[in-house]
């Protein structure tokens, strides 16, 4: 019972975490303008994985999204692998545990099978989540690189990576801080390392209970006891009482008709 309530937790928390590396990944909020001490406050701007927006103080919003993909900077394309890797793996993950349930019956599937199932559907739910969270760290360092030395005469997140990300490169380049989908991937990271560690905990469960089921028949031969009855008039156990009666039948006869002790053989 255990072991199947620790399964289903874990795949709750690991779905959870899977829609949640998801949606960090298609947010636009990675990056957002910092508005302390910033000379232009009519114009707010913010930059994700795939797009680059601007939003004005009338409420006007316009993205642009990245035409190039050799012109961004080599960090932020290992950023893009690693999220859409951990999506994957996390999506191949709950697909066998899905199968793997135990409160589930899948045709006449094991328990040992099912256990390696949800093992290495755990295994995929920690690479998921260690791959989300280095993705999302890896942003998060540029960014703090470039909050550090980037002014308002020019730099940024392009100065720091080799090139700029949807034009944010300039005389008066903002800078930017972490913004709303880095804690949403964050969050989404842990939960898929704290899912996957549920379910291995629930193969060691699932492994001692198919280790404790032996699947056979038992045989007992069927012996025959025999009880000796003796008889309770009698103290000795070689009374001769209880012998059996001996036919006398073969005994020769005397002349007299009387009869004989003497026994003879015929062959």
């Avoid at 990944?25 to 001490?37: N, P, R, V």
Wanted: glycine content about 14%.
């Amino acid at each position: 019972m255990a072991a199947t309530l620790c399964q289903v937790m874990g795949f709750l928390l690991s779905l959870l975490g899977v829609a949640g590396i998801i949606a960090a990944t298609g947010m636009d909020q990675w990056a957002t303008e910092d508005l302390f001490d910033n000379p232009v406050t009519a114009v707010f701007t913010y930059s994700g994985l795939w797009n680059s927006c601007v939003r004005q103080s009338s409420g006007f919003t316009e993205c642009r999204p990245y035409f190039t993909i050799l012109g961004l900077p080599a960090l932020l394309q290992a950023v893009r692998a690693l999220m859409i890797i951990g999506i994957v793996l996390g999506g191949i993950g709950c697909l066998i545990a899905i199968f793997s349930m135990k409160c589930l019956k899948m045709g006449n599937m094991e328990d040992s099978i099912k256990a390696t199932m949800t093992l290495t559907s755990g295994i995929l739910f920690l690479l998921a989540g260690a791959c989300a969270i280095a993705g999302v760290s890896a942003f998060a360092n540029l960014i703090v690189q470039s909050f550090r030395f980037t002014t308002y005469a020019g730099g940024g997140i392009g100065g720091m990576g080799g090139g700029s990300i949807g034009g944010l490169s300039g005389s008066l380049t903002p800078r930017y801080t972490f913004g709303p989908a880095l804690f949403v991937g964050w969050i989404g990271g842990a939960i898929l390392l704290i899912g996957g560690i549920m379910m291995c905990l629930a193969c060691r469960g699932m492994a001692s209970d198919s280790k404790e089921r032996y699947d056979g028949m038992a045989y007992k031969a069927s012996t025959q006891q025999t009880i000796y009855k003796t008889d309770p008039r009698s103290n000795s156990r070689y009374d001769p009482k209880s012998r059996p009666a001996i036919n006398d039948s073969y005994k020769a006869h005397s002349v007299d008709g009387r009869m004989s002790n003497q026994r003879f053989d015929y062959v």
